[in-house]
């Protein structure tokens, strides 16, 4: 069974940065490409970012490219999101999941059990 647990969320002001961490189990990390999703009261799950086995292929939706950095240490079996200069509208829960593809189709919510609890980012202007 998949588990995942993010942690590195918080509560900051506008241009200010946090670094999420996710910590996978149940599978072989270093096989899967990993997403981060988020999602927003009163709104839809939406994709962030996913990477590829190896970490060298990284995709990022159009509202937080050249913000955010996804990578994996597949040593630790842990997947991280750098977001910088953060805005009021980054603010939701923040999930990690594996995923089946890469590039843009892997921001596509997948269906999947392994959703985890999440991380609260909010970001105040």
């Known amino acids: 069974q998949v588990q995942v647990v993010e942690s590195g969320g918080g509560s900051v002001q506008a241009g200010e940065s946090l670094r999420l961490s996710c910590t996978v189990s149940g599978l072989i990390f270093a096989d899967v490409p990993m997403g981060w999703f988020r999602q927003a009261p009163g709104k839809e799950r939406e994709g962030v970012a996913c990477i590829d086995w190896g970490g060298t292929i990284d995709t990022y939706a159009a509202s937080v490219e050249g913000r955010f950095a996804i990578s994996r240490d597949n040593a630790k079996s842990t997947l991280y999101l750098q977001m910088n200069n953060l805005k009021p509208e980054d603010t939701a829960m923040y999930y990690c999941?594996?995923?089946?593809?890469?590039?843009?189709?892997?921001?596509?919510?997948?269906?999947?059990?392994?959703w985890g609890q999440g991380t609260q980012v909010t970001v105040s202007s």
């Open positions: 999941v594996p995923v089946s593809f890469i590039g843009s189709r892997g921001l596509s919510v997948p269906d999947t059990n392994a």
